[in-house]
């Protein structure tokens, strides 16, 4: 114990949302947060200020550009930006990449992923997602459960072209085949969704959460919130919306309209689906139109939506950890941490500029 490196982190150490989970410091020794004072300890390296755990972005794709997969640098230099803007968990929403080897590198983020999106056929971007038909949902569902972490990710709506707007691309009872598998494989299932109907079927269905969820209405948060599944609304995504329609005005005016309708309404949706007790989590969407590294936007966004800071802070560290399974500044967990200079839950702009990232115990920057 005498010669091994000790991390020295002082000042408030954010352990969870309440003034009695505030610490005045803790350890890091062996890559591990202790609470107890190391005995004899050799080289010590001190950082303080205000302590949170490693803050999570819950949909974030890496090893995905705006074109589809993306070379092994490109991946990495993602997986840095997130990093170093202190998002050290990712919950990989859908990537064509395999990623796997990230998670050798104790330098790079921790990923939670979702395998390859599964979309209905010319119904999502292109080169993204696994494109098919609902007679083989449930085989897609299998593989892609036993190539994730524990996720599994399905496109609920786009536009359908013939239609001029978007819907719903899975009958209910391939959505229910393919959830009862996913879960008896011990994933959850998640579905992007922008729209309203598409949203009864997949939580009838047993879904566990939905991306975006702009077009969750009055009379479908109550069934939310009493199944508790979660939404991750990716707010700095929502935002470019008005930009969508407008590209798509001429060909589709029905779908731009509505895009619009969902933009306008977007912070009423989400503050209304958190006081109804809906679990909200913060997700960027990085990766595929937007850039990596946005965390603290997103913070700021549920913020601007009426959510109370301290729970946009819980969103993104204590909560979003616990619901993805993580620890946060417990004893015994991996010190994964980010030091800021000032109290984040005066102000969550605080998020983004981290005094210092500690990722695995080591000061990475
Ligand atoms: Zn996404």
């Given at each position: 114990m005498s010669d091994q490196a000790v991390l020295h982190v002082k000042g408030r150490v954010l352990a969870g949302p309440r003034d009695d989970q505030v610490h005045d410091e803790l350890w890091v020794v062996?890559?591990?947060?202790?609470?107890?004072?190391?005995?004899?300890?050799?080289?010590?390296?001190?950082?303080?200020?205000?302590?949170?755990?490693?803050?999570?972005?819950?949909?974030?794709?890496?090893g995905l550009d705006a074109h589809g997969a993306v070379p092994d640098d490109v991946s990495e230099k993602q997986a840095l930006t997130d990093r170093d803007a202190g998002a050290l968990l990712l919950r990989d929403a859908g990537s064509p990449s395999d990623t796997r080897w990230i998670d050798d590198r104790d330098d790079l983020p921790k990923i939670i992923r979702a395998g390859r999106h599964i979309a209905r056929t010319r119904r999502y971007i292109?080169?993204?997602?696994?494109?098919?038909?609902?007679?083989d949902l449930v085989a897609h569902v299998t593989r892609e459960a036993r190539r994730g972490d524990g996720w599994v990710?399905?496109?609920?709506?786009?536009?359908?072209?013939?239609?001029?707007?978007?819907?719903?691309?899975?009958?209910?009872?391939?959505?229910?085949?393919?959830?009862a598998e996913a879960h008896r494989l011990g994933a959850r299932v998640t579905a992007h969704c922008f729209a309203e109907d598409?949203?009864?079927?997949?939580?009838?269905?047993?879904?566990?959460?939905?991306?975006?969820?702009?077009?969750?209405?009055?009379?479908?948060i109550p069934l939310f919130a009493e199944r508790g599944v979660a939404i991750v609304p990716t707010l700095i995504n929502i935002a470019t919306f008005p930009g969508l329609a407008a590209g798509g005005e001429e060909?589709?005016?029905?779908?731009?309209?509505?895009?619009?309708?969902?933009?306008?309404r977007r912070y009423d949706t989400v503050r209304a689906a958190h006081d109804a007790g809906v679990p909200v989590y913060v997700g960027t969407d990085a990766g595929g139109g937007l850039a990596h590294?946005?965390?603290?936007?997103?913070?700021?966004?549920l913020v601007t939506a009426g959510i109370p800071?301290?729970?946009?802070?819980?969103?993104?560290?204590?909560?979003?950890?616990?619901?993805?399974?993580?620890?946060?500044?417990?004893?015994?967990?991996p010190a994964d941490l980010v030091v800021?200079?000032?109290?984040?839950?005066?102000?969550?702009?605080?998020?983004?500029?981290?005094?210092?990232?500690?990722?695995?115990g080591r000061v990475v920057s």
């Open positions: 062996g890559g591990r947060i202790t609470y107890d004072r190391p005995a004899g300890a050799g080289d010590v390296t001190t950082v303080e200020g205000w302590v949170l755990p490693g803050l999570v972005d819950a949909h974030c794709h890496v292109r080169n993204y997602a696994h494109e098919i038909e609902p007679e990710k399905l496109v609920g709506d786009w536009i359908d072209r013939g239609l001029g707007d978007l819907a719903p691309c899975w009958p209910r009872e391939a959505a229910e085949a393919a959830i598409s949203l009864r079927d997949l939580v009838e269905a047993g879904i566990d959460c939905i991306e975006h969820a702009t077009g969750l209405t009055e009379d479908l060909k589709y005016p029905r779908w731009s309209a509505h895009m619009r309708r969902l933009y306008e590294g946005l965390v603290a936007a997103e913070v700021a966004e800071p301290v729970e946009a802070l819980a969103a993104t560290a204590w909560a979003a950890r616990s619901w993805l399974g993580r620890p946060g500044l417990e004893e015994g967990a800021y200079e000032a109290d984040p839950r005066a102000d969550v702009r605080v998020l983004a500029a981290p005094h210092r990232v500690v990722l695995n």
